[in-house]
């Protein structure tokens, strides 16, 4: 009972070790990798003078008449921010892409880049982008129409509008407004790719695990090395019990002249090597040379 008392209490504490070494390392990685991301990034629509709309100016998320629209006004509104002290260091760009697509929009046949504005290495505690850009809608128009007159062909076009963000050296981030061009009403999209942050999750989620499979394999490494030292104490005695002298009364020991072994083994080397036998009362193993007493507790060591 008392020995089931003792593997009870040594895996209790095991465990909570474990525990203890999870909420840890889970804590310490969450602070030094998490990033705090706001983006508001958002358009608004600026129409041509008319008759029909009271304001000159629609919000985003509407569907729009695209002779109507003279301006789309972007504002880039992006923050990033490290949750320790350490500086990051990025680029960014905003860039427009037109592409062509034929067969109802399933190939391309023609794309044309237009670089706004490139920012490079800046290193700073946390990434601040506020850029605005006011995008004349119908220059894009026109710049479409040239092309399909000039080749006499139709096509679906889309206008992408990008903030491209370079973190760390990796182009992960951006945030994409794509506009239909050469329809008559249309509907802006806007679409964030968190695959930098993503990454890093991803990352954290992974190290997590293995550590904890570490802690893991190291609690049962230790509770097989507690199991097995019995069995192995087991044989060892049963090897030796040649030599192994049982008595029924409890010796009296001078307090003063006692060895205490943590191993077995030293004890039975040390019987063997004199040439003596090992006296053993209820869980203590014992020799006496030169009125000294070696002793090895089995149940104080498993």
Do not use: H
């Amino acid at each position: 009972m008392q020995e089931k008392s003792k593997k009870i209490k040594i895996l209790f504490i095991l465990s909570i070790i474990l525990l203890i070494g999870v909420i840890y390392i889970n804590k310490n990685m969450s602070k030094n990798k998490i990033y705090q991301l706001k983006n508001k990034t958002y358009y608004e629509v600026t129409l041509n003078p008319n008759n029909y709309f009271l304001n000159d100016k629609l919000e985003a998320n509407n569907y729009y008449i695209a002779n109507s629209i003279k301006n789309i006004d972007i504002y880039f509104d992006y923050y990033l921010k490290k949750q320790t002290n350490e500086n990051i260091n990025y680029s960014y760009d905003i860039t427009a892409t037109i592409k062509s697509y034929a067969d109802n929009g399933t190939k391309i046949v023609w794309t044309k880049d237009f670089n706004f504005k490139n920012v490079n290495n800046i290193n700073e505690k946390e990434i601040k982008i506020n850029e605005t850009y006011k995008l004349d809608y119908q220059y894009y128009v026109n710049y479409v129409k040239s092309f399909q007159e000039y080749y006499n062909i139709k096509t679906e076009n889309y206008l992408d509008v990008k903030l491209n963000i370079k973190i760390n050296n990796k182009d992960n981030s951006y945030v994409l407004l794509t506009i239909p061009i050469s329809e008559n009403i249309i509907e802006i999209t806007m679409n964030e790719d968190n695959a930098f942050l993503e990454n890093n999750k991803q990352n954290i989620v992974l190290k997590k695990i293995i550590v904890f499979i570490i802690l893991v394999i190291i609690t049962i490494y230790v509770v097989c090395k507690i199991l097995l030292n019995k069995n192995n104490e087991e044989d060892i005695l049963k090897t030796y019990q040649d030599i192994i002298i049982t008595i029924k009364n409890e010796p009296n020991i001078n307090i003063d002249n006692i060895i205490y072994l943590t191993d077995l083994k030293d004890l039975i080397n040390i019987a063997v090597n004199n040439n003596i036998n090992i006296f053993n009362y209820q869980n203590d193993y014992y020799i006496i040379i030169d009125n000294i007493y070696y002793i090895y507790n089995l149940k104080k060591n498993i």
